[in-house]
């Protein structure tokens, strides 16, 4: 703690009280928020809150155990048939959070003699699940393509890419049809990450592919999971330690989660995915996706300026290192649909006069 101490880099969580993006800090302060991956606003939708009630009445609180130990109640299932339908795939399997279904997911492909080939900005959970998997890892530059196909080439035997499809600290979109040639040419496993993938890129076809989502941004509940092709899927249910060894999500979470991608699936969805497209064309026009980095280089100063847009009333985090390398400090703008156009350009204007570069980047 003191090491980390005196390099600045002590962290702990604020106190924020809220319902959607506005909410009140430690100290009363009323702020409107710009962290949270809300991107459609369910996290206040009616429909996912009277499911989770329902859920809760009916089944309870905690699953109490594993799904292979006690069984998946009916809303698991369920669950998992609408994320398939959904995503176009034979089968999905649920899990914990996001991170597990990365660890499971890479784990259970990667293995000693299978090389995994990640870009070098992919998730935490990628990165630990590579480690994981004690396979050989070749870690490639961000969105190289050429690099992930010359780490193929030399490589005989089982290979996987991953990649995030948004990445979550710039909001670039990974090449995915790109990817999906190199891999469907070299025999190699996709698995892409779709964590923030709420404005595309759409899926590619052309290689096999495990794709990873979130129920806990843009569906506004908590879990994760993986779709793909039968075989894959109970692979994962058969070798995946972050879906065999802990308990299943809450029922009443999965509830809330299904009742999202059901909103997500309907015409409501489109006009959610219409709101958020034009709320980010409002702060950044032509950027593919709702995380708005803000780049502003040194750590100390993304700090003071994120101090200062609190001070404004505007919850931005500032992101630095060991989220982001050194010296690539920014703060980090997620866009929701749930925001109001007074909310955006109040954060604009105030970006404009701390940032004045912000706009450009
Ligand atoms: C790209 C990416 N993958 C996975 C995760 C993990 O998802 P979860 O929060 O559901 O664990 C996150 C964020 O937390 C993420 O940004």
Redesign the pocket.
Known sequence: MAGIRTAGRYRSPRAFDGLGPVGTLGDGTKVVSFAG?DYLGLSEHPALREAAHEALERWGTGATAARLVVGSRPVHDELEAELAAWKGAEAAVLFG??????LGVVTTFGGPGTLVVSDEL??A??IDGARLARAEVAVVRHVDVQAVEHRLAGHDGPAVVVT?T???MDGDLAPVDDLAEVCGRHGALLVL?E??AVLGPEAPSGAELVR?G????ALAS???FAVADRPLTELLVNRARSYIFTTATPPADSAAALAAVRVVRSAEGDVRRAALRANVERLRPGHPSPIIPVLVGDEGRALAVSDELLRRGLLVPAIRPPTVAPGTCRLRVAVSAAHTDEQLDELADALGVLVPAWRGE
């Open positions: 991956n959070t996001g991170f597990q279904a990365n992919n998730h959970s990628i995030d948004v990445f979550s990450d964590a923030h990873v979130t129920l806990s941004k908590v879990g994760g």
